[in-house]
């Protein structure tokens, strides 16, 4: 069964920068657009970007503005978010989902990015 593991989180001043990482298994990662999504504590899930399976073609969400740039790397298969400026509001639990996956109960465990001064 397809599983996603999050990692990079923790909590980070105003203006700061982390990079998220997402190992990714049990299915053809090559194949599936990815999205990146985020959840503030009580608040519904929002969409940050979709990448295509090659990588070659992404969109952000307008909060994105440019500070959030992803990637992967098919043949490892990674998948990144690079995140600068970050705000305070940019703090939530950050999942990678299989793009054509909605059901957030299937999802993993997340990590947290929490910005704090």
């Known amino acids: 069964e397809a599983q996603l593991v999050e990692s990079g989180g923790g909590m980070v001043q105003p203006g700061g920068s982390l990079r998220l990482s997402c190992a990714a298994s049990?299915?053809?990662?090559?194949?599936?657009?990815m999205n990146w999504v985020r959840q503030a504590s009580g608040k519904d899930h929002e969409l940050v970007s979709t990448?295509?399976?090659?990588?070659?073609?992404?969109c952000y969400a307008d909060f994105a503005n440019g500070r959030f740039t992803v990637s992967r790397d098919n043949a490892e298969n990674m998948l990144y978010i690079q995140m600068n400026g970050l705000k305070f509001e940019d703090t939530a639990l950050y999942f990678c989902?299989?793009?054509?996956?909605?059901?957030?109960?299937?999802w993993g465990q997340g990590t947290q990015v929490t910005v704090a001064s």
């Open positions: 989902v299989i793009s054509n996956n909605s059901d957030p109960l299937s």
């Open positions: 049990g299915f053809t990662f090559s194949s599936f657009d």
């Open positions: 990448i295509d399976a090659a990588g070659e073609s992404v």
